[in-house]
């Protein structure tokens, strides 16, 4: 009974603080009517208040946002439509801005870029919301970066090394292998406390699943959330995919914790982008592209950083994919990505069809502080490797015109071909750090020298098992590893001579 009695006075002093706040008065809500649909966009009458990037809800429970403003009407693109959204239906502005749910419940979850479940599961009780269109962290919160983000993949880690809060830019065209790198990078994630975030944007249903069930086949997916706008979704969920994933990478980096975010592809968002602002009636710009394409890509990877210690030492590394045509590098998307990013990694058809993989062009790609993070003894070891497999590449083609050749030519030719043997690799296949060391010094002190190169592969594979049960680090002295390089490799050569 007294029980009851207390529950009744604290109700009766709620009630009695909420009259005492209360104030009478006129409340105003604007309510603005659709006049027109279509193509994924709504032209709206009403609406003064209605600010660019505000969300939009209708009385039949669609959503938009605002993606344009005239002196007379609001322009809106629609995140979700019902099938009773018609014009005449009364659309009001919604009280929370432009943000997606964040947190570790995400992991392992696929998603549309509002937050909706695309599983099948349960909508996940976030930990917060995080805004899409934050503004980027100042400069006085940023730091240098300073530590490596391995990718697993040799020719990478060794000559084009990526820097944890890097923005590195994958481009080429269609079909080289571009998807396949970053989907190796995310795969090599595994066991380094990398939270990875995939955007796939614009892409056909089956290559949805296709990596989908390889990040699942492969342990990736218990630690990656998978932001999904395909083909056949609203073209405003399309824009906002790469904005909601760098979002929820955001959060973490934040956190104080290490990300990776793939952009797959911006090639296809910026058409997007492009549609809907040639729908807008906006000017076209070069290839039909709006003025500010380049904006809205810079302010997204512009947010990719590596934080100070005081704003939690978190980094968020962005693997943006860019598509060309006939590997044409000066198109206006490629060029524009390029100048925003911090190097890129090209691959060239002509190196795909004559058997190399990945097929990465040395020439045409750079990493542009990502040395900065490399560790140092791979550095060391890796040292002039670039410089001279180039200048492999100029004898290469000049050995074509059948000349005859010195003796040290021939022998850099034959260096150069042994090289190029050891840095193909198959895809799902990635390398420890500890194994790119341990080849490169190999390489360096010639222990690979009279070896048929149809037998690298199987040499590296047993190089790759002895180094896993050593108990050698990156750390070790290079006396250690190039003892240990030398016992091992002499019992593979005594094994291959007694097969």
């Known amino acids: 009974m007294l029980h009851d009695e207390f ?12 009259l005492r706040d209360y104030k009478p008065g006129l409340r105003i809500e604007e309510r603005g009517v659709v006049l027109s649909l279509g193509d994924g966009i709504a032209k709206i009458n009403g609406l003064p208040s209605a600010a660019m990037d505000d969300i939009l809800t209708m009385e039949d429970g669609s959503r938009a946002m605002v993606f344009d403003l005239t002196e007379d009407q609001v322009s809106a693109v629609l995140l979700y439509e019902t099938s009773s959204l018609t014009a005449g239906t009364s659309v009001h502005l919604a009280s929370q801005p432009l943000s997606v749910p964040v947190g570790n419940e995400l992991l392992g979850r696929v998603i549309d870029p509002l937050g909706t479940p695309q599983d099948g599961k349960p909508s996940p009780v976030p930990s917060a919301w995080q805004r899409m269109n934050a503004l980027s962290p100042p400069i006085t919160d940023r730091d240098f970066v300073n530590s490596p983000l391995y990718t697993g993949i040799k020719i990478i880690d060794t000559l084009i090394p990526i820097g944890k809060g890097q923005r590195q830019l994958l481009i080429g065209d269609e079909g080289l292998g571009r998807s396949a790198l970053a989907l190796d990078t995310v795969l090599n994630q595994r066991n380094k406390n990398v939270y990875c975030v995939y955007v796939l944007i614009g892409q056909r249903r089956s290559a949805v699943v296709n990596t989908i069930e390889t990040l699942r086949d492969f342990g990736a997916l218990e630690y990656t959330t998978v932001v999904v706008a395909e083909a056949s979704s609203l073209p405003g969920l399309q824009h906002l995919a790469p904005f909601s994933g760098c979002a929820i990478a955001e959060y973490w980096m934040q956190q104080g914790r290490d990300t990776l975010v793939v952009y797959d592809d911006l090639s296809t968002h910026a058409k997007i982008y492009r549609e809907l602002s040639l729908l807008l009636r906006r000017p076209p710009g070069r290839e039909a592209y709006p003025g500010d394409i380049f904006s809205i890509h810079a ?14 030492g ?8 860019v598509e060309t045509k006939q590997g044409e590098i000066s198109g206006y998307i490629p060029t524009n990505l390029i100048s925003i990013t911090d190097g890129q990694i090209y691959l060239e058809r002509i190196l795909f069809a004559a058997g190399f993989r990945p097929a990465i062009d040395i020439a045409r790609s750079v990493s542009r502080i990502g040395g900065k993070a490399q560790h140092p003894r791979i550095k060391q070891e890796a040292g002039s490797m670039k410089l001279n497999y180039l200048q492999f590449l100029e004898l290469e083609n000049f050995t074509r015109f059948g000349a005859r050749l010195e003796e040290s030519v021939e022998r850099a030719i034959q260096r150069g071909l042994l090289l190029r043997e050891i840095l193909k ?61 030398a016992g091992w490799l002499s019992s593979n050569s005594a094994r291959d001579d007694a097969s």
């Open 7 to 18: 529950e009744y006075s604290s109700l009766l002093a709620e009630q009695a603080a909420w």
């Open 299 to 312: 302010s997204l990877l512009e947010r990719t950083t590596c934080l100070s210690a005081s704003q939690g």
């Open 314 to 321: 978190g980094s968020m590394t962005a693997l943006p994919i």
């Open 425 to 485: 690799q198959e895809q799902f296949s990635p390398c420890g750090e500890r194994f790119q060391l341990a080849w490169l010094v190999a390489f360096n002190d010639g222990r690979f020298n009279g070896i048929e190169r149809q037998q690298i592969h199987p040499v590296l594979e047993r190089l790759k098992e002895q180094v896993e049960f050593s108990g050698l680090t990156l750390d070790s002295a290079r006396e250690a590893w190039s003892q240990a390089l």
